[in-house]
């Protein structure tokens, strides 16, 4: 695997700053650029490289700007022979490619690339350089792409800490396109119900809400240019989704009024969980079923940790982890994901230590 020992990242935001602050944590020589002096300087402030100087050529060239603007900017840099070998990190991938072959980019020191992570908060002083860690990391070399550019790209992913995935330009975008991109837009058009919800509506609002709409608190500029890169396959799935809903709909109407029983209801309901059944598990393994075991929690420092402390005494390993907060009061409760054997040990450490386990 080629060793990168310089990187350019153009564009400093939640993505390219991850990426070089991932970097600089394996004492590699990372330059930034961006047309937002702003952007560029807090990513300097966070450590994340120093500002690019055009002339300086890098082993890799990190494109992080929005998908239409890829191939602009790969033809721009090619031209300022700013690296030995260039990818991005767009979500969307056919776009990218088509637009550099119509502007005649060199394809051979070029791999499209797409980190699926991320954040609802964009900008660098969001950025992480733990984002990737093992996060999938797609790749899209073509007929044209020199195997160095491959390998430099995998080495880069890497010292990122993701998992290399190579996968087709087409394929990748159908596949975000029901991962990734029709989710947003469907967490946003629940999340929309809510700008004009009454006062009653919110104060009633628990973690299922919060889960389904996380999502939708993402930058609707950024996310526009996502689905108008992909905008075919992401109405494919929308459409797919709206007939369901359609469908559910007519199916609750009829029920009203005292016509044909759930069934429609109950099969999507059922479909649904095998859906997420599917989901890989943790580490990107198989999926996994977990107990929960629900604690209450008050809302102070250091009750996390005392918690957790319980758990490690009781030698379980908590997989995963929520919390619920209480409106109004100065408590939640944690529910606390760990493997059907040691539910029962951990529920007994916690109650032995005077947590209450309902």
């Known amino acids: 695997m080629s060793a990168v020992q310089s990187v350019l990242v153009v564009g400093t935001g939640l993505i390219g700053t991850s990426v070089a602050l991932a970097l600089r944590e394996h004492d590699v020589q990372v330059y930034l650029a961006d047309r937002d002096p702003r952007a560029l300087r807090l990513a300097r402030e966070l450590g994340a490289g120093t500002e690019w100087q055009p002339g300086t050529s890098a082993d890799l060239a990190v494109i992080a700007v929005p998908p239409r603007y890829v191939a602009e900017q790969l033809l721009e840099l090619q031209g300022q022979g700013a690296a030995r070998h260039y990818t991005d990190v767009a979500s969307v991938k056919a776009l990218p490619l088509a637009q550099a072959v119509r502007l005649g980019c060199d394809l051979g020191s070029y791999v499209a690339g797409h980190p699926l992570a991320g954040r609802e908060r964009s900008g660098p002083a969001a950025a992480r350089a733990d984002l990737f860690l093992g996060r999938p990391w ?15 790209l995998l080495g880069l992913i890497k010292l990122c800490g993701g998992e290399a995935v190579r996968v087709d330009a087409e394929e990748h975008d159908r596949a975000v396109a029901v991962v990734s991109h029709a989710p947003h837009v469907t967490a946003s058009a629940v999340a929309a119900r809510l700008a004009e919800a009454p006062a009653t509506a919110l ?44 469908a559910t709909a007519s199916a609750l109407r009829a029920t009203a009024d005292d016509g044909p029983g759930m069934e429609w209801v109950t099969g999507l309901l059922e479909r ?29 420092p ?57």
């Open 272 to 300: 649904g969980v095998t859906g997420t059944g599917r989901i890989p598990g943790k580490h990107g393994g198989p999926p996994r079923t977990y107990v929960s075991v629900q604690v209450l929690i008050g809302d102070r």
């Open 138 to 152: 797609a790749y899209c070399p073509t007929g044209d792409t020199s195997p160095e550019a491959v390998e430099t």
């Open 203 to 246: 104060n009633l609002a628990g973690q299922g809400v919060r889960d389904v709409t996380r999502i939708a608190a993402g930058d609707p500029g950024l996310w526009t240019g996502i689905l108008s890169g992909n905008a075919l396959p992401v109405a494919e799935v929308l459409e797919a989704v709206a007939a369901d809903l359609a």
């Open 302 to 358: 250091g009750e996390l940790a005392r918690l957790f402390q319980v758990a490690e005494a009781a030698g379980v390993n908590i997989e995963d982890v929520r919390l619920e907060h209480a409106p109004g009061l100065p408590l939640g409760a944690a529910e606390l994901s760990v493997q059907p054997q040691a539910a029962t040990a951990l529920a007994e450490a916690l109650r032995a230590h005077g947590w209450h386990v309902p």
